[in-house]
């Protein structure tokens, strides 16, 4: 599977641990985004990166949360001191710059990694 | 700030209805829409997006700027097209990330 891939699928944790997710991108793709998504909604906008850098966050992450992209390829979400409302499907996305237009080709999604926290 | 608005959680319609899924949109720019679809199981994937005006499994949408809305439209329902269907938006500048509608749930009865 060449799409991009997200670990792990599902998580439990308790209240106040830390816990980490993985986002493999589609190789090529400079562009990577995470999103939340609570039950009956859409995917929320955390926070995305063209390459290595950050670029943008939305206030949705809190300081508990933190994202890296080290070497511009696969990125991790770090949630520190886990609350209940944290519980969620977190989503990868990645995509791509046409560098002539700076339009985005369209976003490719990872399956998920739904947490849990009890 | 921009927002997408999709005002039924549950369409639910006969194989071989015709299908209409709204989508409204808030943004004060020249936005991108597109429309993202959940099989069961699956993960979210892209159906189509407005600046290709193609059809994809025979549904199209088009972008109505003085309305502000990118309705999504099948004549002849199928039952493998039940499923999530998600309207999203991108804005015209900065980060592009899309922001999502809350989605719809089509469900085509046999």
């Known amino acids: 599977d060449t799409g991009v891939s997200q670990d792990p699928r599902h998580k439990i944790t308790k209240r106040g641990q830390n816990v980490t997710f993985r986002c493999d991108p589609i190789?090529?793709?400079?562009?990577l985004y995470w999103y939340r998504q609570t039950l009956g909604q859409g995917p929320e906008f955390l926070t995305y990166?063209?390459?290595?850098?950050?670029?943008?966050k939305s206030r949705l992450l809190s300081d508990r949360f933190s994202a890296e992209r080290p070497k511009g390829s696969f990125s991790t979400l770090e949630i520190q001191r886990t609350e209940q409302g944290d519980s969620a499907m977190y989503l990868c996305?990645?995509?791509?710059?046409?560098?002539?237009?700076?339009?985005?080709?369209?976003?490719?999604f990872g399956q998920g990694t739904r947490l849990t926290v009890v | 700030a921009q927002r997408v608005t999709q005002p039924e959680k549950l369409l639910s319609v006969f194989k071989g209805a015709p299908v209409e899924l709204k989508c409204n949109y808030s943004y004060s720019g020249s936005p991108e829409l597109f429309w993202y679809v959940q099989y069961s199981r699956q993960r979210l994937q892209l159906l189509l997006r407005h600046i290709s005006r193609e059809s994809i499994k025979g549904f199209t949408a088009d972008l109505n700027k003085g309305e502000t809305s990118f309705h999504l439209k099948k004549p002849f329902a199928q039952e493998e097209d039940s499923a999530m269907y998600y309207c999203a938006l991108s804005p015209d500048t900065g980060r592009r990330a899309l922001t999502f509608g809350s989605g719809t749930r089509l469900q085509v009865q046999p």
């Open positions: 996305a990645s995509s791509s710059i046409y560098t002539l237009t700076g339009k985005n080709t369209e976003a490719f």
């Open positions: 190789s090529e793709h400079n562009r």
């Open positions: 990166f063209q390459n290595e850098a950050q670029l943008e």
